[in-house]
């Protein structure tokens, strides 16, 4: 009789979660879910799954024993409930050491000026005095818990820094003052890294946001200097090494007017910059999760075409009566009949206000076709074109 695959343990039932279901039932690799609430977007396709509170020790617990492995949908995990689950022998990928600098940005950034990294000028500021000696403008951002802009103010004066201390000492977290960085795009490098040390570098690519939300990708970045992606990639590297990770690391960049390249965030899981790999690479990021979490040997990072388009669909404003803007499935019919190669990929979730519930990929030779494609595609769903006829 064949061995069982062992479970992997997955904590958090969003859409990152859900993706990583497709590669494991291809692999035979069985997944138990701790979902947040009964029906989320990773649980309508994981039937191995408890429903609870991933602050309590016990409900991690449960979800762990009998797992080979732990890892994650996002970076919120405390801590000090990590270390209890190494302590009593769970194998937690990746581990608290390395996941707590994806958690607490002042960590981070201490780790990455050790290291000789190179990261916009930054200091933990007490009250608003202390960033005004910091100097404006600047970005104020919450040490930690934020995500898709959450969490981050744009100031000039000390009026508009008030609301970061506001949140700040409600959520019981610091503040991060960090310079208004004169970018000309926001890259971003993934690398897959294993136990054993072997590890996968994707092509760095370029990225662009919407109200603070990853809004669309392109890979690789047109234009980029070999010189300077080739130092995107050993940044990402040499992190994924120094802080010992275990899975997928997103190193978030700036690329600067004068030609440097600075590092933003840093992400240990799958991430919506890598969302291409699923139809553009040979091995897409969520296959290379597992493999890296198991050990077993990673798969290629290599393209499958010249270029790869990810546009995320997003939920549009709602309408005057309530209703939310937008199309899922019934935007399939235009969408798969306009273009037969594009590639959706929608959450399950409902439709509101900028909130992601799909993305889609286009790929080709021509990087304005498939710009072009992913775009129309993503406007379709979102309900920006096609209104006339409703």
């Known amino acids: 009789m064949a061995e069982l695959a062992p479970t992997v343990a997955v904590i958090g039932g969003g859409q990152l979660a859900r993706m990583m279901a497709e590669p494991a039932a291809a692999l035979g690799i069985p997944l138990r879910l701790l979902a947040e609430a009964e029906g989320v977007s990773a649980a309508q396709v994981v039937p191995d799954q408890l429903v609870g509170d991933y602050r309590d020790l016990d409900v991690l617990r449960r979800v762990t024993a009998g797992a080979a492995v732990v890892t994650f949908d996002h970076e919120h995990v405390p801590t000090e409930h990590l270390r209890a689950l190494q302590a009593e022998g769970v194998a937690t990928r990746p581990g608290p050491e ?5 958690q607490d940005k002042a960590v981070m950034r201490r780790r990455l000026a050790e290291l000789g990294l190179p990261c916009p000028r930054n200091a933990v500021v007490a009250d608003v005095a202390e960033v005004e000696a910091f100097g404006f403008p600047c970005v104020l951002k919450t040490t930690r818990g934020g995500y898709d ?48 040390g072997q590890a996968a570098a994707y092509p760095v690519v370029a990225s662009t946001q919407l109200d603070g939300i990853c809004h669309e990708v392109v890979a690789p970045a047109p234009d980029l200097d070999d010189e300077l992606a080739s130092q995107a990639q050993h940044v990402a590297l040499t992190l994924a090494k120094e802080l010992d990770v275990t899975g997928v690391l997103a190193v978030e960049l700036f ?18 910059t890598g969302h291409w790999t699923q139809d553009g690479a040979v091995t897409s990021q969520f296959e290379n999760h ?62 509101r206000p900028g909130r992601k519930v799909g993305h889609v990929n286009a790929y080709g030779d021509d990087l304005e076709d498939c710009l072009e494609r992913a775009r129309h595609a993503a406007a379709w769903f979102r309900g920006d074109l096609g209104n006339e006829s409703e």
């Open 98 to 102: 390395a996941l707590v600098h994806a």
């Open 149 to 196: 802009g959450k969490g981050v103010w744009f100031v000039r004066d000390a009026a508009e820094a008030e609301p970061a201390f506001t949140a700040a000492a409600d959520a019981g977290v610091e503040v991060l003052a960090e310079e208004l960085v004169d970018f000309r795009r926001e890259l971003s490098a993934l690398v897959a890294r294993s136990p054993s």
């Open 255 to 272: 690329e600067t007017n004068d030609g440097r390249i600075l590092v933003n965030e840093l992400a240990m899981r799958p991430h919506n």
């Open 290 to 351: 597992l493999r890296a979490v198991l050990d077993l040997p990673l798969g290629s990072p290599a393209p499958r075409e010249r270029w790869t388009v990810m546009v995320n669909v997003l939920g549009g404003p709602d309408r005057e009566d309530g209703t939310a803007v937008g199309r899922l499935y019934d935007g399939y019919p235009h969408a798969m009949a306009r273009d037969p190669r594009l590639r959706v990929h929608l959450y399950g979730k409902e439709l």
